[in-house]
């Protein structure tokens, strides 16, 4: 579903520019939810923004569903890719009201039916119509950010790019939204890349995760392999003992 080849990122800088991707490979399957985990600056979110076009210039290849993203068009992109940021209070217009949220994607497609779409939206992220006419920032940071996930799978995609969903949110809500996340991934099959630096949000909800450390992945490991810890990286270790001993 997602090739990434050989994916390397020199972040253009005043004189001189910084490696911050090295030599990536990483393979998403269709309907998988893949994590990519690691400290502050490891890259996590670059890989994202490569994928979102957001970066430019990169190395490598990126093919999704057998494309080279290379050959297609952002607007052809976001009608199979969808991101969702950490912080749903940023990424939503603080002057749209959720009806124009929502509606926006599917006027920009010239989609028909857009109150069914908007309506079938909402009841998948566990909010009703009574929300339409009000502002994010009348919104609890939980409800914010089913919104921003009702305007990720509006346009149905079949990949939706997580970046951190739950860390801006109040630890009694995280667990709410990963439980959303993990049920329209089971009942959508959608495909998701998650950026999370918590691995107990990453065991919760992927299969498969890479750990990444300056630039670079360390280990992909499968989710049975990191709960019991059978993990070959020294890095990969010391990031599970940190994890433990907070708990
Ligand atoms: N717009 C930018 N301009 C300059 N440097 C950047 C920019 N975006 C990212 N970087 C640098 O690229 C490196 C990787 O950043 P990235 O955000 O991908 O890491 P991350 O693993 O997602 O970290 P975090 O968990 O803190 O978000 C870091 O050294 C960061 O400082």
């Given at each position: 579903m997602i090739a990434i080849e050989s994916l390397s990122f020199d972040m253009p800088g005043a004189g001189k520019s910084k490696r911050i991707l090295n030599d990536i490979n990483i393979h998403v399957g269709r309907g998988e939810c893949f994590g990519l985990v690691g400290e502050s600056g490891s890259g996590k979110t670059s890989i994202l923004k490569c994928l979102a076009?957001?970066?430019?210039?990169?190395?490598?290849?990126?093919?999704?569903?057998?494309?080279?993203?290379?050959?297609?068009?952002?607007?052809?992109?976001?009608?199979?890719?969808?991101?969702?940021?950490?912080?749903?209070?940023?990424?939503?217009?603080?002057?749209?009201?959720?009806?124009?949220i929502l509606n926006e994607p599917l006027a920009i497609k010239g989609l028909p039916d857009k109150a069914e779409r908007i309506h079938k939206a909402l009841k998948d992220v566990g909010l009703d119509e009574s929300f339409l006419p009000r502002y994010p920032h009348q919104l609890s940071g939980g409800q914010r950010q089913r919104v921003a996930i009702a305007r990720a799978i509006i346009l149905d995609?079949?990949?939706?790019?997580?970046?951190?969903?739950?860390?801006?949110?109040?630890?009694?809500?995280?667990?709410?939204?990963?439980?959303?996340?993990?049920?329209?991934?089971?009942?959508?099959q959608l495909t998701y890349l998650m950026v999370s630096h918590?691995?107990?949000?990453?065991?919760?909800?992927?299969?498969?995760?890479?750990?990444?450390?300056?630039?670079?992945?360390?280990?992909?490991?499968?989710?049975?392999?990191?709960i019991e810890g059978n993990v070959t990286h020294n890095y990969t270790q010391s990031l599970l003992q940190h994890a433990f001993s907070r708990e």
């Open positions: 076009g957001q970066f430019k210039g990169w190395e490598g290849g990126i093919a999704v569903q057998g494309k080279s993203i290379a050959d297609t068009s952002l607007k052809e992109r976001s009608n199979t890719m969808q991101m969702v940021f950490q912080d749903p209070y940023g990424a939503l217009h603080p002057r749209h009201t959720i009806r124009k995609p079949d990949i939706i790019l997580l970046d951190e969903p739950t860390s801006a949110l109040d630890v009694s809500v995280q667990a709410e939204i990963l439980n959303l996340l993990a049920s329209l991934h089971h009942r959508r918590d691995l107990g949000v990453i065991a919760h909800l992927c299969e498969r995760v890479a750990v990444m450390k300056a630039g670079e992945v360390v280990e992909v490991v499968a989710r049975e392999d990191l």
